[in-house]
């Protein structure tokens, strides 16, 4: 017995020892950085390796299970993928798609992705630090109302010096123009029409004194943002007793600056990040709890969320109608309420954003909805041309028929859509889709690696979470001062706040990206950890057999592929939505943690001694 566990124990040494090695110089070569000194010639590599073995010798010790093993080593590659191919299109502006060196370094790092994945899919908490009567009287207290009327006000609280420092609000994005087409009475909808209602009574009507249509926009926009928050995290505390999540997700609120700022920015994504939401956590309900939707208070409340997110974001129908069909497929509770309700609030949207706004004279511009969802195709047709012009002669004056400025495509430029898109002809392709869509594939056909680079270049922000500031890239940005004027402001007032020093230390913060000087902390600023969030709590869910929590992760991937797909820019309020719910998409993982321990027993018997 004690030659087989001693021979045993030498194979695992090795195993851990070569793969810890192997893993080390993986990491090593796929770091974000072009100095491949920054770990190979540092002492940290033998901190890594030492880590990694341990890791390892504690993956050798779990119990065997295929589900687990077979879940872990899907993650781990998607997760090796993305990093690998995310370095090389920032890095060296090419994916290497099909290089096999792009392999190696993916198998290279599997093994450690896979070791850490494996370990947490088995993770189990023994112990709480605290006592468990104390985590269900907190939890208890803050599941209802009176709790999140106290988590509101605090967060509200945190987010008055932001609100004064940036006194009367960030007028910003797109705010400017839809004040303007208020007050012009030449509404296009282009953007939400809601929003430029509210915007254009608030800012465009209370013009005196100046800062007073601001000030109430800022403030409506900071009540209902924040209450969306604080009502996530009660929604929380009735679903778990992981204290850390809860109080976790409250912290962060209150104090990771991107949310206070983005409060008193004039742009429709935060309203919609209110919504959504709230919209989410109503579906959760409406699975979880039995006859939810059983009384006109809910359903009409889940009718008025679900044609307001419709009606403050273009996409968010697709979403809506998509998670609606796959939940009522998946699952029986509320079905037959859940679907006649959606129907009516999609029927009510169509007849709102088609004669409703039409009898009120606002443009429908549908060549503006085709430019952004071709936004890829757009990038990849340019990308090819752009880097191949004497192979594509032939094919240039049709391209440039679709994309007169497609040489616009070049540098930092890459990293958006709009240089190609704004001049993009759409009629063209509305006249004739197929004739567009055969010269797509022919020139596809001929570069397909361009193709790649050109997707995964617009793309990469949203499964790539490594920050981007040497990079040029645009998912980090997020403005803390007014692009121009309101109605009736004086120029000496212009980019003036009442804390000028905090104004600036925020600043230095966000807009110079300091936070990326922050390990770990600087992921809650990455538009892409909501993914890597979502494949892991997605992937111990399955693993677990748990049905019921594949609810939460429904709308969330529909919305993230919508972006992936649609978008013609990262930008984290974009992604607003997504980071705003990183906690709910943590609380199945969470919820997973807190059975028995799982680790092989190891016979040690004294006789064989």
Not at 73 to 102: K, Q
Not at 190 to 208: D, F, M, N, Q, S
Not at 325 to 335: G, Q
Not at 483 to 495: A, E, I, S
């Amino acid at each position: 017995m004690n030659l087989i566990n001693l021979k045993d124990n030498q194979k695992s040494v090795i195993s851990a020892l070569i793969l810890s090695l192997l893993s080390t110089f993986g990491i090593a070569i796929t770091i974000k950085v072009n100095d491949k000194t920054v770990i190979g010639n540092s002492i940290y590599s033998l901190v890594i390796f030492i880590g990694l073995y341990l890791l390892f010798q504690h993956l050798f010790l779990l119990v065997k299970d295929r589900r687990k093993d077979i879940g872990a080593i899907i993650i781990a590659l998607f997760f090796s993928t993305s990093l690998v191919l995310g370095r090389n299109t920032l890095l060296l502006d090419d994916a290497l798609a099909f290089s096999p060196v792009t392999y190696i370094k993916i198998l290279m790092i599997t093994p450690c992705w896979f070791a850490l994945v494996r370990s947490l899919l088995s993770y189990k908490i023994k112990s709480s630090l605290l006592d468990k009567n104390v985590v269900n009287k907190i939890t208890s207290f803050l599941a209802l109302k009176h709790g999140l009327i106290v988590i509101w006000i605090i967060i509200i609280l945190f987010w008055l010096p932001y609100f004064i420092a940036f006194f009367p609000g960030i007028y910003g994005y797109d705010g400017p123009v839809q004040v303007n087409e208020f007050i012009t009475h030449n509404i296009n909808s282009h953007h939400p029409v809601l929003h430029t209602y509210l915007l254009g009574i608030t800012i465009g009507k209370l013009k005196a004194p100046w800062w007073i249509g601001a000030t109430v926009y800022s403030a409506l926009q900071s009540l209902v943002f924040s209450f969306s928050l604080a009502y996530l995290v009660s929604f929380l505390a009735q679903y778990t007793k992981a204290l850390i999540l809860i109080l976790g997700s409250w912290i962060a609120f209150m104090i990771i600056p991107f949310y206070p700022i983005m409060a008193v920015t004039t742009t429709k994504n935060v309203i919609f990040t209110a919504l959504f939401i709230i919209l989410e956590i109503q579906f959760l309900k409406i699975i979880w709890i039995k006859d939810y939707l059983h009384n006109w208070v809910t359903i009409l409340s889940f009718g008025i969320i679900s044609f307001l997110s419709m009606a403050f974001l273009k996409q968010a129908m697709i979403v809506y109608i998509l998670t609606v069909l796959i939940l009522s497929y998946l699952f029986k509770n509320n079905r037959k309420q859940l679907i006649v309700t959606a129907a009516i609030a999609v029927g009510v949207f169509v007849v709102y954003s088609g004669p409703f706004l039409t009898s009120f004279n606002v443009i429908n511009n549908h060549n503006d909805a085709l430019k952004e969802t071709l936004s890829i195709p757009e990038c990849q047709m340019a990308r090819a041309i752009v880097r191949h012009p004497q192979n594509n002669k032939s094919q240039i004056r049709e391209v440039k028929r679709y994309i007169p400025d497609y040489r616009n495509y070049k540098g930092p430029l890459e990293a958006i859509s709009d240089p190609v898109k704004t001049t993009f002809n759409a009629k063209y392709v509305r006249k004739d889709p197929l004739k567009f869509l055969k010269l797509y594939l022919a020139i596809g056909a001929k570069y397909p690696s361009e193709y790649i680079n050109a997707f995964c270049r617009l793309t990469v922000q949203l499964w790539y979470p490594d920050m981007n500031k040497d990079t040029l890239s645009f998912e980090p940005y997020y403005e803390i001062q007014s692009l121009v004027l309101l109605p009736n402001q004086k120029q000496k007032t212009f980019r003036k706040g009442l804390f000028p020093a905090f104004q600036r230390k925020v600043g230095s913060f966000s807009c110079r990206q300091d936070y990326e000087k922050l390990p770990i902390l600087s992921l809650l600023f990455s538009a892409a950890t909501p993914l890597f969030i979502i494949i892991i709590s997605a992937g111990s869910v399955i693993v677990e057999k748990q049905k019921r929590y594949l609810a939460v992760f429904i709308m969330p991937i529909i919305f993230w592929s919508i972006l992936l797909a649609f978008s013609p820019v990262i930008l984290l309020r974009y992604v607003l939505p997504l980071i705003s719910i990183e906690g709910l998409l943590l609380l199945p993982l969470f919820n997973n943690f807190s059975h028995k321990s799982e680790r092989k027993v190891v016979a040690n018997s004294k006789k064989d001694n």
